[in-house]
């Protein structure tokens, strides 16, 4: 899709304009020949996706959780674009998929990766869920789709069909499970040449123990990118979006300590909301091609 059909679809699709330029106080720096329209299609794009943070279809207590999540901030730093097929793994109760699914309902394609009923307690649930609430409001969700995967073997769709795969909080979970590099094979599978991972988890300290971090559910950075260069990715960027200087990550039961879980006393509740939701590590892959 050419630059000047992304800009006009972004005004008439999705409620976007880009604002006028300020007038110059100075003599204006001369542009290399298309700034100007890149310059404005970013706004444009950056309105869509405003326009999508604000959608009054998301849950009050999804918003509130915005200032720990940083949703513009990620999503701009990982490059999702309206045209792109966009895979989220293990969406959950659809907190992502809320923005994303709106976001891209017009020219791309959101697909929310859930285990399997039978792969996961709470799979039916969260599936069934999901399903209807991507059914019942197609004017907000679009096409948004639900696929099911087997997390012994995960397969998230045909090869080199999607533009981005998206993964919040969950590599702890999988590292947990002894699973990890199944997943980042898989999402290496799913992905264009070229394609992005973006991945958000809690972070350790560096230098913890691998038995710390499944005990905590915090991980370091530097076992994350093991994982994705061992599945064939190159790191691309790190960003600070997501971290929370308050979270000294020792906490007497780990991450699951602090919001949302809140799996502590009531009396060290003001303690720990005052800390707020994790520190967080928000790293961009590429794979090659």
């Known amino acids: 899709m050419s630059r000047l059909l992304a800009l006009a679809l972004c005004g008439a699709l999705l409620g976007c304009a880009s604002a006028p330029e300020p007038a110059a106080t100075s ?3 001369k542009r290399a020949p298309g700034a100007a329209l890149d310059a404005a299609l970013d706004a444009a794009l950056d309105a869509a996706l405003d326009a999508a943070l604000a959608g009054d279809w998301r849950r009050p207590q999804d918003v509130l959780r915005d200032r720990f999540r940083h949703p513009g901030q990620t999503l701009a730093f990982f490059g999702v674009q309206p045209d792109q097929t966009v895979i989220e793994i293990t969406p959950g109760g659809g907190w992502y998929a809320d923005i994303l699914a709106p976001y891209l309902r017009a020219r791309g394609h959101y697909v929310g990766a859930q285990p399997a009923a039978a792969a996961d307690s709470a799979g039916g649930t969260r599936n069934a ?13 679009g096409g948004a789709e639900l696929r099911t995967f087997d997390p012994a073997a995960p397969d998230f769709g045909p090869a080199a069909s999607a533009d981005t795969v998206l993964t919040f909080r969950n590599v702890h979970n999988w ?15 799913v992905l264009k040449p070229g394609g992005t991972l973006g991945v958000v988890d809690h972070r350790a300290k560096a230098g913890a123990t691998l038995e710390a971090m499944k ?31 308050l979270d000294g990550t020792d906490h007497p039961n780990g991450v699951w300590t602090l919001p949302p879980t ?8 003001a303690k720990y909301q005052a800390i707020g939701e994790s520190d967080r590590m928000t790293l961009r892959f590429r794979k090659p091609g």
Do not use: C
């Open 262 to 269: 809140n799996r502590h006393d009531a009396s060290d509740d």
């Open 175 to 189: 590292v947990s499970a002894g699973n990890a590099d199944a997943y980042f094979r898989a999402f290496f599978a």
């Open 129 to 141: 869920a999901l399903r209807e609430q991507f059914a019942g409001n197609a004017a907000v969700y």
């Open 215 to 245: 005990k905590s559910g915090y991980l370091t950075e530097a076992l994350v990118i093991a994982l994705a260069q061992r599945a064939g990715f190159q790191l691309v960027a790190g960003s600070e979006a997501n971290a929370n200087p």
């Open 27 to 29: 003599p204006a720096p």
